[in-house]
């Protein structure tokens, strides 16, 4: 059974730092590819951060580049989500998700709340 479990969530002022974790189980970690996603209220959800576990390559949205990073430790089938230079636009529920057989699994979030 597929299963992604996100931790490392909290409050944080403006400018401060968090690290996500994505614990991922059921499928081989090196074969694919993790996404980090947020929801902000009453918006929808959007792409923050991908990576390949196979070779590395990661993407990064915009809005996130250059303050964000993400990376993997494929012994521990991890997935992390630095997070630096937090703005309060950034509070949002942050999820991981992986597409396996086709199908997209997703973890059950953790919240992150950027105070000003």
């Known amino acids: 059974e597929v299963q992604l479990v996100e931790s490392g969530g909290g409050l944080v002022q403006a400018g401060g730092s968090l690290r996500l974790s994505c614990a991922a189980s059921?499928?081989?970690?090196?074969?694919?590819?993790i996404g980090w996603f947020r929801q902000a209220p009453g918006k929808e959800r959007e792409g923050v951060s991908s990576?390949?576990?196979?070779?590395?390559?990661?993407y990064y949205a915009r809005s996130v580049k250059g303050r964000f990073t993400i990376s993997s430790d494929n012994a521990k089938n991890t997935v992390y989500l630095q997070m630096n230079s937090l703005k309060p636009e950034d509070t949002a529920v942050y999820y991981c998700?992986?597409?396996?057989?086709?199908?997209?699994?997703w973890g059950k979030g953790t919240l992150v709340t950027v105070s000003s």
């Open positions: 998700k992986v597409r396996f057989n086709g199908v997209d699994y």
């Open positions: 059921g499928f081989t970690f090196d074969d694919y590819a």
């Open positions: 990576i390949s576990s196979s070779d590395g390559n990661t």
